[in-house]
């Protein structure tokens, strides 16, 4: 996708993007670009690819919440930064939290933030679960893109999230692991509120966005049988 196309994309998505939103997604291309070569943070470095699967793949959240009216936002297992940094270049005014397991991550994270002279956005080295747990009901919106099966980041994930706010699943096909995923979500006080598909431009591949609400404070501890279905599907 080159960049034409991308902005072209991007409007159909009910984004505006400016010259200066521009240009900091060229930078931070060449960051991940450069610091690839030092760590592995994707297998996906053409910049046509990362504008397609990376930069556009992650926007493409608008499609099924309107982040203009979201205030916080939290990104689990975010590694390259993907959707959270792109989120925080095309929605400034977003309070962005960047969660990974891996400190290198990290350490990539902070660098970019403070090129691109990004203001609101945190990063945090830790486990997910470990995270929501202490942060309990802070964020409007949590998302993870293709993380894990989604009964797993569902439990990792709801504590985290504003009861009646909203967890957004950025998958491929998940026809099984929703079906999968119906137990977990009746556990921890969850309902699926919108499922949206599509195909990516060019290349039409799969993406499958999924709309899941917080009904209620999520239970601390889950029933055992819960926990045996966890550690098998892990």
């Known amino acids: 996708m080159n960049k034409e196309k991308f902005i072209e994309e991007l409007e159909k998505l009910d984004i505006k993007i400016t010259k200066s939103q521009m240009e900091q997604l060229d930078e931070y291309y060449h960051l991940l670009k450069e610091w690839n070569q030092k760590i592995n943070l994707t297998s996906i470095i053409e910049e046509k ?20 009216h979201i205030e916080t936002l939290c990104d689990i297992g975010t590694g390259a930064g993907f959707p959270g940094i792109v989120l925080k270049i095309l929605f400034p005014h977003l309070k962005i939290t960047l969660v990974d397991s891996l400190n290198k991550r990290i350490e990539f994270l902070n660098i970019v933030i403070d090129k691109l002279n990004l203001k609101n956005i945190q990063t945090i080295h830790e486990r997910a ?3 929501s747990r202490k942060n309990q009901e802070k964020y409007d919106v949590v998302t993870a893109r293709a993380v894990s099966h989604l009964a797993i980041l569902l439990e990792y994930c709801a504590p985290a999230i ?19 995923s119906k137990n ?5 006080k ?3 509120i919108q499922k949206v598909e599509f195909n990516l431009p060019i290349e039409n591949s799969k993406r499958t966005l999924l709309k899941i609400q917080k009904l209620e404070k ?7 049988k819960y926990i045996e279905i966890k550690k098998k599907r892990l």
């Open 49 to 68: 690819e990362v504008y397609l699967k990376h930069f556009y793949d992650s926007a493409t959240l608008n499609k099924i919440i309107n982040l203009s």
């Open 129 to 131: 679960e470990e995270f």
């Open 162 to 180: 504003k009861i009646n706010g909203f967890f957004i699943a950025m998958k491929a096909n998940i026809s099984e692991e929703l079906k999968e």
């Open 184 to 188: 977990a979500m009746n556990l921890l």
């Open 190 to 192: 969850m309902k699926l």
């Open 218 to 224: 999520t239970p601390f501890k889950y029933p055992r």
